[in-house]
């Protein structure tokens, strides 16, 4: 089945500066990469999503890129503010079925 | 809020007791399903329904069953308890089962505690 993984685990950055968290995936039948936030205390949420025929996408100050051949995507925010402190949990669904696969998540620090 | 309801919030429970998770889906969304997250872990997926029927298993134990019942509402039951179901256990539902990009909407989540 699917495997993703996430990196880093953890990440400090300071208010303003970038933060980027990279995950692989397995399968290359995996057609959908959703990326979610989780803040203390709620359910994951969804941030930001991209499926395989594009190959970035941005919102705001979020951006994902996907590398279809290298089999891996990227989460980028730019000009991080406190309020971006949370944990993200990158995702693939592979054609074929249904089930969402998640990294193991990685927990962002933002500093004041 | 999200649209997906999870009942209870919090559940303290000893070994060998058997609990019930109950979840209510978004508004027009006929799928469902369980994820559990252990502590500092990811998200694991258990189990997928769609419109009443079982769709996809994960890693869910023999000890653990759902169901969706016909006003898509879905129950997780948690049977024989162990100190290492202790998890916060998610339930999220989407619209369709299909092999579009299909968003799963997340509940806040039930935290059980297995003492």
């Known amino acids: 089945g699917e495997n993703v993984e996430q990196h880093p685990s953890t990440l400090s950055v300071q208010e303003g500066d970038s933060a980027v968290i990279k995950c692989t995936y397995s399968d290359s039948a995996s057609n959908y990469f959703p990326w979610y936030k989780q803040e203390l205390g709620k359910g994951p949420q969804l941030i930001i999503d991209?499926?395989?025929?594009?190959g970035e996408k941005k919102d705001q100050r979020i951006a994902v890129t996907l590398n279809k051949t290298a089999k891996h995507f990227s989460l980028h925010i730019t000009e991080t503010q406190p309020e971006d402190s949370a944990v993200y949990f990158c995702?693939?669904?592979?054609?074929?079925?249904?089930?969402?696969?998640f990294g193991g998540g990685t927990r962002v620090l933002v500093k004041p | 809020d999200s649209g997906v309801t999870q009942t209870p919030k919090h559940l303290i429970t000893a070994t060998g007791q058997r609990v019930t998770l109950r979840c209510s889906p978004r508004?027009?969304?006929?799928?469902v399903y369980w994820y559990q997250q252990s502590l500092d872990q990811g998200l694991q997926f258990l189990i997928q329904y769609y419109n009443g029927e079982e769709r996809a298993k994960g890693n869910i134990l023999e000890r653990f069953s759902a169901q969706q019942f016909p006003d898509l509402h879905s129950e997780l039951n948690l049977s024989s308890l162990e100190l290492g179901d202790s998890a916060l256990y998610f339930c999220?539902?989407?619209?369709?089962?299909?092999?579009?990009?299909?968003?799963?909407?997340f509940g806040a989540g039930s935290r059980l505690t297995v003492l």
């Open positions: 991209i499926r395989s025929n594009v």
């Open positions: 995702a693939a669904r592979a054609r074929a079925g249904n089930k969402l696969t």
């Open positions: 999220a539902s989407s619209e369709t089962q299909g092999h579009g990009a299909n968003v799963l909407t």
């Open positions: 508004s027009g969304d006929l799928s």
